[in-house]
């Protein structure tokens, strides 16, 4: 099937002149025949001469008419593109603005015409996104951290209650037991709220240029006893000499969020596999898991916070539903990207493209590897 072109708005305005331009001559060659007829009766030895001189008229004119129709198709094309310049760079700077940098504006000079109008419309509204970006980030980071201490305050209680002299009966000890849990989990999230928060705002602590394959086998170390109880096998290819630059903690966090995703989100006795590349100033760690087949449009919406399969996909409801959004925070906190992808066989795929380090550190005097995970 072959797709028509694209119908541009300066394709529109150059048409519109040059149809402009050629019904205006016509209408005026037109006017200037009828008054040259409207002048009276032609003598009978004069009427071949004159016709013939109209012929020749009519024919350079229509002559004319063409090659002016061939250079106002070009000036129009010239003079819409001149107009829509500031058009052209507010759609560039748009593209680039996201929820990252909404500090930028379009800042378009010139007149104040309905172009300069158009695009200080838009800096106001970006200018109100960035406030309310800004706030529910600030809300996000100030609640997480001010539950803190009535957390611990209960955690303490709780354990005061149950070490308290004298027999404990079992049922204060299986509510103590609850509790427990319910409070890691909620440590859980806030843990993970703040990293979010740290990722979404660009905080970056703990510089350090770390090598790839150190942070998948810390992650995998991490996630021994799982992978273990889950009769899983994993693959790990690739990674040996590949460094990435960024916040050691957020990148730690990183690989061992998609890599528990990985291990949590399986089959009991299926596979994960792990390949690292670099190439064109890019790292790439793609993450691959089996398991059921999944909605790819369920799929493209995990990477927003608190977006879970379901219970009815891993038989639990574990986790906090942060896992691969902040992934892709600190990804994109990094200068990277996040791409999930269904498997047609069932499982996921997951790509964290991250830029390559200028070079790997070396300790000086040693030779050794330094910012290596330990």
């Not at 010239?78 to 759609?91: D, E, N, S, W």
Request: aromatic share 2%.
């Amino acid at each position: 099937m072959i797709r028509r072109p694209r119908r541009t708005v300066r394709m529109r305005l150059t048409a519109l002149y040059c149809v402009l331009f050629v019904l205006s001559s016509i209408a005026l060659l037109t006017i200037a025949a009828i008054t040259n007829l409207g002048q009276g009766p032609v003598p009978v030895q004069q009427s071949l001469p004159e016709h013939s001189e109209i012929s020749r008229y009519l024919r350079s004119s229509v002559i004319a008419l063409g090659e002016m129709t061939v250079v106002s198709v070009a000036a129009g094309w010239l003079v819409a593109g001149r107009v829509l310049r500031p058009l052209r760079a507010m759609t560039a700077t748009t593209r680039r603005i996201s929820a990252d940098n909404l500090h930028e504006r379009l800042a378009i000079g010139g007149p104040g015409d309905e172009l300069k109008d158009f695009a200080d419309t838009i800096d106001a509204l970006l200018g109100r996104l960035d406030g309310a970006f800004a706030a529910q980030r600030r809300f996000v980071a100030n609640a997480s951290h001010e539950l803190r201490t009535p957390l611990a305050t209960m955690r303490v209680s709780v354990d005061v209650a149950v070490a308290k002299p004298g027999p404990v009966p079992p049922e204060t000890i299986t509510l103590a037991g609850q509790v427990r849990t319910e409070l890691d989990k909620v440590d859980e999230l806030l843990e993970g709220l703040l990293a979010l928060a740290r990722a979404q705002h660009g905080v970056l602590p703990g510089h350090a240029v770390l090598p790839l394959d150190g942070i998948v086998a810390a992650a995998l170390a991490a996630q021994a006893g799982a992978i273990a109880a889950g009769n899983l096998t994993v693959q790990h290819a690739g990674g040996d000499g590949i460094w990435v630059e960024g916040s050691q903690p957020l990148l730690r966090r990183m690989a061992d969020n998609v890599i528990g995703n990985a291990v949590s989100h399986n089959r009991d006795g299926g596979w994960i596999r792990i390949t690292a590349t670099a190439g064109d100033g890019a790292a790439r760690l793609v993450i691959e898991n089996g398991g059921d087949i999944l909605d790819p449009a369920q799929v493209a919406e995990l990477a927003q916070p608190f977006r879970r399969l379901g219970a009815d996909r891993t038989g639990s409801d574990d986790g906090t539903g942060l896992g691969l959004s902040i992934v892709a925070a600190t990804a994109e906190a990094h200068g990277g990207s996040l791409d999930l992808q269904a498997r047609p066989g069932g499982g996921l795929n997951v790509t964290i493209t991250l830029p390559l380090a200028p070079r790997a550190p070396v300790a000086a005097g040693t030779g050794d590897r330094a910012g290596v995970p330990a």
